[in-house]
């Protein structure tokens, strides 16, 4: 199993990024982003469903934050827009999800690196 993610980078407040994840040796299952600030938990941001026809986001990036996925090249993607300086983290695409809550670490079976997001005011 390869989890590789991508995008990451150095964006003003107001800006945006967006974030690939290639996964490879991996069912297809849900899928989803996580982050982490230094000094807290890591947090589910999006999630998006095998399909693609379900997705969900914490609130506080609703409406700002879309993913998306293309299963004919086993990639997500996560479009960020609107991006403010609490959003500065270190994404990481979460894959093999078990079922249960999405935003729940422990339903993942497979993690990418992470990718390093910093938002300058």
């Known amino acids: 199993v390869q989890v590789v993610e991508s995008g990451g980078g150095l964006v003003q407040a107001g800006g945006s990024l967006r974030l690939s994840c290639t996964a490879s040796?991996?069912?297809?299952?849900?899928m989803a982003w996580f982050r982490q600030a230094p000094g807290k938990e890591r947090e589910g941001v999006s999630y998006?469903?095998?399909?693609?026809?379900?997705?969900d986001y914490v609130d506080s990036v609703k409406g700002r934050f879309t993913t998306s996925r293309d299963n004919g090249k086993n990639t997500q993607y996560l479009q960020m827009d609107s991006l403010k300086a609490e959003d500065a983290a270190m994404y990481y695409c979460?894959?093999?999800?078990?079922?249960?809550?999405?935003?729940?670490?422990?339903?993942?079976?497979?993690w990418g690196q992470g990718t390093q997001v910093t938002v300058s005011s």
């Open positions: 979460a894959t093999d999800f078990n079922g249960g809550a999405w935003y729940d670490r422990k339903e993942y079976n497979s």
């Open positions: 998006i469903s095998p399909n693609g026809q379900f997705t």
């Open positions: 040796g991996v069912a297809l299952r849900g």
